[in-house]
């Protein structure tokens, strides 16, 4: 359960010394060395090693971009005086960051013209599907950060800027790159700039986390209102390190797994959360992560569901294998919010177009099971393709129902009270 009223490590934390950290930690992308980088980047890197680091390193500099121009309704809606003036020291950091990966990407990599535009332009295409649906949620927030100013909104916006794009995604990435980096001796004014960037997010982090720990605390709906942000976006997080035409050699060329990356950042979450108040399975609602298992394993499977099709981008019709819609229909059974239930039940999928499967509804014992029942609560007939679609968000359920490509029966009414269960 979440307390609203217990105390933290971090009312020993004030933004006034956040503030003085900032003040005391400033540094000069614009000095930054980059003599030897050039050299080490054409006579020390493997032609796949480049194009591995250019992709990467055109994430951070799409994204350091992208926060600094969305940070200034985060600084309208902040309450405190204080947590505004940290705030605009943020943007400050972030414009530095991608002036830092500007000038690399040009004077090392030779990409993109003499502005910034120019560059971001040119890397455009080495973006992920999960990472422009993230970065696009971080767009609209801000739009509903200036007609919105609540609480609840604020702690949705912190959720998605500083926990989920800071450290489930940036921060493992930032130790990915500094990591190689520093053990083969390369890139030193890179190296050096990646440090700096590191040591600003850390700032950067704990006063999101100090401060969803503070508006949890103000209102006693932002945990729900946390969750709901949380349930949208971790969907798309799998897919926002899919390297080029899924070459793992992208990342396992510089000694890392995406297992490793995956379980960093899940991870990272889970540990902010708890620190903020608001651990992660005691959030209300349905399950926030549906795959179930450790950091590790969630992130195994999820990149396994990518694959599959199940989760991320539509490349093609979803797999049809048993032990691949055994992950995704146990992900089904575990998502479920049973205290909502209206009694146990048990509903069958029938498919044309693949093996069927039931999900055994009981409190204490919901389950997946593949088969048919004898006599199931109700039964729901579609497309295996459909339905994916469905669980993955890209097709709104109430829409194939109403064009006839879902289609239930038995007991409706069971369903319709059941319907809460389902995550929104």
Known sequence: MIQLGATSPLDNVSYEDLYARWEKGNWRATELDFTVDKEQWETQFSDLERAAALWNYSLFFWGEDAVADGLS?????APLEEQKYFLATQQVDEARHAVFFKRFMTEVA???GSSTGDALTAIKPQLTWGFTKVFDRLELMSEELRRDRSITKLAQAITLYHIVIEATLAQPGQHFITSYLEDRKLLPGFREGMENVATDEQRHIGFGVKM?????????DVPAAVADLLREVIPWTASVLIPPNWDERYIECFGFTMADIGEEGATSLETKLRTAGMPIDGLPGPPIFAISGTPRERAIIGKRMVKAGYLGEKLGPPSTEREDMRLLFEAVASGLDVSKSPGSGTIQWDFPDAEPWHVVVDNGSTRAEPGRVTDPTVTLRARFEDFVDVTSKRVDPRRLALRGGL??????RWLWRARRMFPS
């Open 73 to 77: 309704p985060y600084i309208g809606a």
């Open 110 to 112: 030779g990409v993109g």
């Open 212 to 220: 969803l720990s503070d508006l949890r605390k103000m209102d006693p």
């Open 407 to 412: 289609r239930p029966s038995g007991d409706v």
